[in-house]
């Protein structure tokens, strides 16, 4: 396992590379190489999924989702205006484990996964 460090100033550690929940995004993303639809797993872990063209890869994803910082409120713990709740996840404290997938869909188009454990944006709790 290795250690990820690309969250901003918000007090939270880095996160560490877990292989399993990898493996986990990777098999979930393989099982919709033919419809890339955005639909979570429903699985064990939190998640985040993106897809896009050109070379998309989990760091793009992660920043794209970071981007989304000036839309959460921590005040009032919501999203204003836009989407937050992405960038929730990749703040959320207590997840201290990441693994992502990628898949080439059929379209042409990239379908990345990001997993965390344990999951995050618990509805009710603040992310740090």
């Not at 995004?25 to 639809?37: E, K, P, T």
């Not at 990001?114 to 618990?122: A, E």
């Amino acid at each position: 396992m290795h250690t990820i460090q690309f969250v901003p100033h918000v007090g939270v550690g880095p996160i560490t590379w877990n292989y399993s929940v990898a493996a986990y995004a990777q098999n979930y993303v393989d099982q919709r190489r033919g419809d890339c639809d955005l639909d979570h797993s429903m699985g064990p872990y939190g998640e985040n999924l993106a897809e896009g063209y050109g070379t998309l890869n989990g760091m793009d994803t992660v920043k794209m989702w970071v981007s989304e910082k000036p839309n959460y409120d921590y005040a009032s713990n919501s999203c204003v205006g836009d989407e937050c709740l992405h960038y929730t996840q990749v703040v959320w404290r207590k997840s201290t484990q990441l693994g992502c997938g990628r898949v080439k869909c059929q379209n042409g188009w990239w379908f990345v996964i990001c997993s965390y454990y344990p999951l995050g944006n618990i509805v009710g709790e603040c992310p740090y």
